[in-house]
């Protein structure tokens, strides 16, 4: 049997040969490797959403799995530092919670605190940060954006309502239930915790229909960040490593022919530091002017690397790692999906 909480709740979800690796991949950090018990903390039921999303991420992005792979390979593992997703706030989206509010009703209850908010004001958006209360430098962070729709044409808008209208909540009233259990104890019984970890997981999703052709390229008009929510929806827009050297890992990564960003993001402050390879291409259906279902590639998600340093608080007179987030960063980081390209179609 399985000797800690996370152990089991990974081994006992369906597609368990595919995670149980991961505590090969991933450092898990030891605040979430408690011995099996009856009840299961909130840090033990956010680190292995966390890890699910990770391997979601991975099974996504060809160019990230490779890279994790040769880290495997050297005895390497990954320090994932965040997950990014995008949320569209201010119109109709459907049976979902708009903007951040289909997230928070999420993040909170597993132990998340807001760490931050990032104007994003070049795309028309508003980045928000989440880190875990309970170990905010090892548990891996939510950067959730918002896209604010009434920024754009009327034809935008229109479009964006139509698409987004369709958007079904993922999360049923037992799973609601299970969140508001958690907000208020911090832990859930062992059977609770399995049952509510993949219905989290599929919130991490496209809740909508897809786009015809026409809606995804009144959208690419005026904003690639949307263009790409009516694909890809709440999926992780991207997970990041954290790493040692982020010039360091590009170098090397380019000298492998892997598509990564030219240049290194560097925050105001000048301790964060990032880069990505560029998002992996994807198929999805759309339907053309006479509707009929065609094959078309868009940009999909990616794979990021950062570099965090350490500082003196001068508030409190302790040594921190620098979890902060910068909108420049962000902002040049978002431009891996803006493939500025109508959406290609798929030979038959």
Known sequence: MPSTNLHFMLASLPGAEHSM?????????????????????????????????????LKAVPHGNDYVADAVRVGSKVRFDHGALRTVLGISTGMLPAGEAAFTRILRPLGYRLNGVYPLQRLSM??????????????????????????????FQTTVNKILATS??????????????????????GTEALALLPVLVRCFDRQHSL??????????????????????????????????D????????????????????????GRVRQTAFRACPVTRMMQDEDGTPVEMQVPGSFYEFISRERYLD????????????????????FKMTAAAAPPVLVDA
């Open 314 to 333: 001068e508030d409190t007179q302790t040594d921190k790692l620098d979890l902060s987030f910068d909108s420049g960063n962000a902002q040049g980081i």
């Open 168 to 189: 079904q909540d993922p999360l049923d009233a037992h799973s609601k239930q299970l969140l508001q259990h958690l907000s208020t104890h911090r832990s859930l019984a």
């Open 21 to 57: 690796p991961l505590f090969d991949v991933l450092h898990v950090p030891p605040s979430t490797l408690r011995p099996r018990s009856d009840a299961v903390s909130r840090i033990e039921i956010a680190q292995a959403l966390n890890m699910l999303l990770f391997e979601k991420l």
């Open 126 to 155: 508003t980045g928000r940060a989440y880190a875990h209360e309970d170990a905010p430098e090892d548990i891996a962070q939510f950067f959730v954006s918002e896209l604010h729709p009434h920024h754009f044409s009327a034809t």
């Open 246 to 269: 982020v010039a360091a890992v590009a170098d090397a990564q380019r000298q492998l022919g892997r598509p990564i960003k030219d240049a290194i993001e560097v925050s105001r402050n």
């Open 211 to 244: 786009p015809t052709i026409a809606e995804y390229r009144t959208l690419l008009a005026e904003s690639a960040e949307m263009a790409w929510i009516s694909t890809e929806g709440n999926a992780f827009n991207h997970a990041t490593d954290r790493v040692a």
